[in-house]
């Protein structure tokens, strides 16, 4: 019931967004709600890193165009700018199902806080996942709540989040664990934990955008691949 709930929300919202005058998310160009430009704004390969030993699939710096178009969702609830994030987060999720082995891999969620949620009115990287056509069973939540992030650290962040999440119903399952940006890593990296506390396999990582400065390290080159249409999230031969 909550399911269709929150789609019936989301339809409504992006209904008011299209009717509503708009400018573009990306790029502000009035009357459109992302322009032709922003839409194809994607670069033709993806970005890696590695956090905790699984390789992050991101398909866009955060910079720029994703940037703009990512905080007008979240922070100004342009939920009409999700069906092109969640294209670009579909490129991410393919390129890491190509480069896996084996079968059943589902997609699971950094989970959102409750405050944000209320806040919102939405959870953006739920729709997202929605809008890219995946399914994100909700195995991941707060086992409490954390500072606020911001104007923290990498060493901070990470001390900050440890056993902060917590998994449920995740033994001998596989994933592929999403989020709408990975900046210095903390988040995925205690989502990774959780679900291997919880017995899970952990396939890759992927989300729609990557902060550059964190892209490439010196012991942690950039590198990239070239994302292959037609993979499943749920069979991956």
Not at 50 to 76: C, I, N, Q, W
Not at 100 to 123: K, N, Y
Not at 153 to 163: K, P, W
Request: net charge positive.
């Amino acid at each position: 019931m909550d399911h269709c709930v929150g789609l019936i929300r989301d339809a409504v919202r992006e209904t008011l967004a299209f009717l509503a005058p708009v400018a573009c998310a990306g790029c502000g160009e009035p009357d459109v709600s992302v322009c032709a430009s922003c839409r194809t704004a994607l670069p033709g390969s993806i970005l890696t890193r590695t956090v905790s030993g699984v390789t992050v699939y991101s398909a866009v710096p955060y910079a720029g165009t994703a940037k703009r178009m990512l905080l007008a969702l979240k922070r100004d609830g342009r939920v009409d700018a999700a069906p092109v994030l969640g294209g670009w987060l579909s490129d991410a999720v393919e390129a890491a199902l190509d480069d896996a082995t084996g079968e059943s891999i589902e997609l699971a969620a950094v989970p959102a806080s409750r405050a944000s949620r209320r806040t919102r009115g939405f959870v953006p990287v739920h729709l997202i996942v929605r809008r890219a056509g995946f399914t994100a069973p909700r195995v991941l939540s707060w086992a409490r709540r954390p500072r606020d992030q911001i104007g923290l650290g990498r060493v901070e962040r990470r001390e900050n989040l440890t056993g902060a999440v917590t998994a449920r119903g995740a033994a001998r399952r596989r994933f592929i664990i999403v989020d709408d940006v990975v900046t210095t890593g903390a988040t995925l990296d205690e989502c990774i934990r959780a679900l291997r506390q919880a017995g899970a396999e952990i396939v890759a990582c992927a989300t729609v955008a990557s902060t550059p400065k964190h892209t490439a390290t010196p012991t942690e080159k950039q590198c990239v691949t070239t994302p292959v249409a037609g993979a499943t999230v749920y069979e991956k031969a």
